[in-house]
């Protein structure tokens, strides 16, 4: 019989982890720079990152109803690459495996697979196909459709989920060309596999077709136009199906390698099939990034989108979102990360609005080529026209990024 607890079993193992980690990074390998694998024609590259993130605000509530706990993630990766110069084969599998602290319910165990082909038939045609499978979960909240009107959130079981994606693009002219042509389709399945009777309204299929032109401008920009046809089906919620058409206009450019940028705009059409109701509204997105040293690094990104509701409120919804950020390599060693966002999501045929605002700040200082400690601090603050839906987050973690 085993006479220790879930949780006394896991501070073993947690200790244990740490025991292997300190008389790894005190061995002798320490000095070494492992070769890459080569697996046949493959070059193979396994990672692992262990970190530990302590929340204030796991569940996302209301000030004075707040749940903190300790979650400790460890994600294995292996990627595998083939390129013969004229078909490039690519595949990664990630393993996600959280454990909470003193919560009930919410440890978990995600999974990603990732295949791509891409075949360059010669100088002006690229032909890509790409199919992923992943195993994963929605972080519980207040917010969540499976518990609502439940009175401790932590006992109810995780929305799993299970999620394939199929696409395949064309592109037509060289990197360097005048004139670029680029068709693509991609297909997405997304089904739950627990609280069914609350998460079937969730479940989706979406299909996608996209056709973009560019003309070179120049010899360092380039003028766009792009159209995308997105058909969202819902396989128990039939009301919220949709079809949204965007066409976007857009220019980007490069100015002495110090200033880049990519700025789309343009017009979207959300027509909601089996309701009379449809809305306009303008879209796009833009990155612009400056770089006055080489070390340090600017971005400022925008975005503004139509987007499946994840909580089954409203139709559809509306969100844009604007953020800052400033990287830099103080020196070969560490680095640094700061960023500011919001975010804003307007829930289309429902009355309500939020707007979250996100700061975070990270370190990261390489001890060797192959291995790397970061920390992190993020901070969330969410302001709901439903008050009791506004809350505010603050994260602080740990990290170990190991690769050969």
Known sequence: MNFLSHDTRYR?????????????LSSDLIAQEAA?????????????????????????????????????RFIPTIAAVADDGVVRYSLAYQLENGRYSGINNNDYVDHKLDAKMDWRVDIRHLIE????????????????????????????????????????????????????????????????????????????????????????????????VEVVDTDNSFRANAINDRRDRRYLIGFEWEANEIVKGNVRVGRSKSDLVNDDGDTSSSVGEASITWSPVEYSVFTLSANKSTQNTENNIGSFVKRSNLSLGWAHQFSDKLTGEVSMGRQKDDFVNANRQDTSNNTQLQLKYAFRRWLEVGMGITRTERASTDASLDYDNNKVVLSVNASL
């Not at 006992?155 to 064309?170: G, H, Q, V």
């Not at 991609?186 to 079937?200: D, E």
């Open 129 to 224: 196909f790409g199919v992923s499978e992943s195993r994963g979960h929605d972080e519980r909240s207040v917010d969540s459709v499976s518990v609502n009107n439940v009175a401790d959130i932590s006992t109810t079981e995780l929305d799993k989920t299970k999620n394939r994606e199929l696409s395949a693009n064309y592109t037509f002219g060289s990197e360097g060309a005048r004139g670029r042509l680029i068709i693509g389709f991609k297909t997405n399945s997304l089904r739950y596999t627990t609280n069914q009777q609350l998460t079937n309204v969730l479940e989706s299929d979406t299909d996608t077709l996209n056709a973009s032109f560019s003309v070179g401008i120049g010899a360092s920009s380039r003028a766009t």
């Open 36 to 72: 890459a694998i080569y697996v046949g024609p493959f070059d193979v590259t396994p990672t692992l990152n262990i970190d530990v993130e302590n929340n204030d605000n796991v569940f996302s509530q209301s000030a004075g109803n707040e749940t903190s706990s300790t979650l400790t």
């Open 12 to 24: 073993c193992l947690q200790a244990y982890s740490a025991s292997l980690l300190i008389a790894f």
